[in-house]
């Protein structure tokens, strides 16, 4: 009675499964293709024949939605309609969950039949020893080896070579960062890390991960800037006055020539086309993944910026607590950086305790959750200084180099943008990773 009991809650899954597919096709395909799914996945008779339906559809490049799929199957009886499945999914960010629910019952199905061959083959008189090495097998077969990487040192050797030599011609292993003298600190943003750029609220955090998202575009490697606090065109007019060098405020009050507006609209034409995506709304951590996912897929995005996480909804999840649910969320993405090869920065808000108790702030001020700090391999803080009238930017965690390191900087009004300050670097600690010299003056 349980198993039938755990059997029907797993099979559930699949009708939500379709119904995402038919909500919207490109992203619940996707995720099944993510997730290797196929007929045999299917324990429903109904949702068999309607992903045979879908993969007849895409086959032909015809379009999947009710209608097609409707006229697909044909005139059969269901014990479930299309419609009904749609109402079982709900929304289309629960996709990947159904789909790894799916996959997760098709192989409790598969191992539940390898055990009763099993038993039978025992009572046959096969023999223990064989039938424990065949069940030692069949673990192994329903093991997820996508999320194994087994290496040995040799198979890494050509790509960390090239990364080093790429290093010593561009200063650089990973993404680089807009303020070019942050990357000798830096090394870079690192592919499958994740980094964490934090503040307080209106301090400008947005304003940098943009000129950054920018920077890296134009040099040709795409970005995804999920903008979940702002509107879309509010934060691409941002970008494209930072590349004009043109105030924003001033257009938006009509306090502008109009050959502004011309240059303006000239400038849009002209970074108008970079593998820069904007993604904007209310989205919660699944929609991000999902879309992010589908990014790398079409345009190979190696940048993902979530601006900011405080921001993702829901505030709470069901049964937890909010450090638990922003918890939750910055481990989904630490693996979304894994499984897209690319570097993802999160924004995140500080707590009002340092500002209350005028000091500088820290990594252990970061709202809402302890673990979006341990997660991070690298982080950045901006913070304004009143004694020096300016900004400053401290690499306060560098897992793959130098940390502390602290920049002046300045927000040029109006202008959507900060640079650096000649003789930028405030603090330098001593580089433990510095080269040694030999007796003749040479690098060792």
């Not at 970061?366 to 690499?395: C, N, P, V, W």
């Amino acid at each position: 009675m349980q198993f039938d009991r755990e059997r029907s809650k797993m099979t559930n899954f699949e009708p939500a499964l379709i119904g995402c597919i038919l909500l919207n096709s490109n992203e619940g395909i996707y995720a099944c293709r993510e997730h290797n799914i196929s007929a045999e996945s299917f324990d429903n008779a109904c949702c068999r024949l309607a992903w045979e339906a879908v993969e007849r559809l895409c086959a032909s490049g015809k379009p999947v939605d009710m209608r097609t799929l409707e006229g697909e199957i044909g005139a059969r009886t269901f014990e479930m309609s299309l419609s009904d499945m749609v109402d079982k999914a709900s929304t289309i960010a629960n996709v990947k969950y159904y789909a790894e629910e799916v996959k997760r019952a098709e192989r409790s199905r598969r191992l539940a039949g390898e055990l009763i061959v099993m038993q039978q083959d025992i009572r046959l008189g096969l023999g223990v020893d064989e039938a424990l090495e065949r069940l030692q097998t069949v673990v192994v077969e329903l093991t997820d080896a996508s999320k194994i990487n087994i290496f040995k040192i040799k198979d890494l050797k050509d790509a960390k070579i090239n990364q080093w030599q790429h290093a010593q011609t561009h200063g650089f292993i990973g993404i680089p960062f807009h303020l070019d003298a942050i990357n000798e600190a830096l090394g870079g943003a690192r592919r499958k890390c994740v980094s964490i750029m934090a503040g307080y609220k209106g301090e400008g955090k947005s304003t940098l991960a943009r000129g950054w998202a920018k920077h890296t575009a134009l040099n040709g490697t795409g970005v995804a800037l999920f903008t979940l606090e702002d509107p879309a065109d509010i934060a691409s007019a941002n970008m494209v006055g930072d590349h004009a060098n043109i105030s924003v405020f001033g257009l938006d009050t009509g306090k502008c020539h109009e050959s502004r507006i011309t240059t303006m609209s000239a400038t849009y034409d002209q970074i108008g086309d970079i593998p820069l995506y904007i993604i904007s709304g209310s989205l919660t951590i699944d929609e991000i993944c999902t879309t992010a996912a589908l990014l790398k897929r079409k345009h190979n995005i190696g940048l993902v910026i979530i601006d900011h996480i405080q921001y993702v909804p829901p505030y709470i999840l069901k049964g937890s607590t909010r450090n638990d649910t922003v918890a939750y969320y910055s481990a989904r993405t630490t693996d979304l950086a894994d499984k897209l090869d690319a570097h993802v920065c999160n924004l995140s808000q500080f707590a009002r305790s340092a500002d209350r108790e005028q000091r500088k702030p820290r990594l252990s001020d970061l709202r809402d959750s302890g673990t979006l700090e341990q997660d991070a391999r690298q982080a950045f803080i901006l913070y304004f200084d009143k004694e020096k009238g300016h900004h400053m930017l401290e690499i306060a965690k560098n897992n793959y180099g130098q940390s502390g390191t602290e920049y002046n900087i300045k927000r040029v009004d109006g202008r959507q943008r900060f640079e650096l300050i000649d003789g930028s670097i405030a603090i330098q600690p001593e580089d433990k990773y510095a080269e040694e010299q030999d007796d003749l003056g040479g690098i060792v």
